[in-house]
């Protein structure tokens, strides 16, 4: 059984598309928040996703330097 290639052509592409889902998710789920009426314990449960959210946002940010500096060595 033969390894799969290592197809890195496209990650800053896919990683830029994750970001941009991911602020999407934030902004809906604030947007949700502030039209519902919810307990303050649901409140802080949004909050806390959303605050893990932002630091997955913080990663692919890195993760796409990261690739972006592989891409431009010719890494790959």
């Given at each position: 059984?033969k390894?799969?290639p290592?197809k890195?052509q496209?990650?800053v592409?896919?990683?830029?598309?994750?970001v941009e889902?991911?602020?999407e998710?934030?902004?809906?789920?604030?947007e949700?928040?502030?039209n519902?009426?919810?307990?303050e314990?649901?409140?802080?449960?949004?909050?806390?996703k959303?605050?893990?959210r932002?630091?997955s946002?913080e990663?692919?940010?890195a993760?796409?330097a990261?690739e972006?500096?592989?891409?431009e060595r010719g890494e790959?």
């Open positions: 059984m390894a799969k290592d890195r496209d990650n592409e896919k990683l830029e598309q994750m889902n991911t602020q998710n934030i902004e809906a789920t604030e949700t928040a502030d519902l009426d919810l307990t314990e649901d409140r802080k449960a949004i909050q806390d959303n605050h893990r932002q630091e946002i990663s692919f940010k993760e796409i990261d972006q500096g592989d891409r790959y």
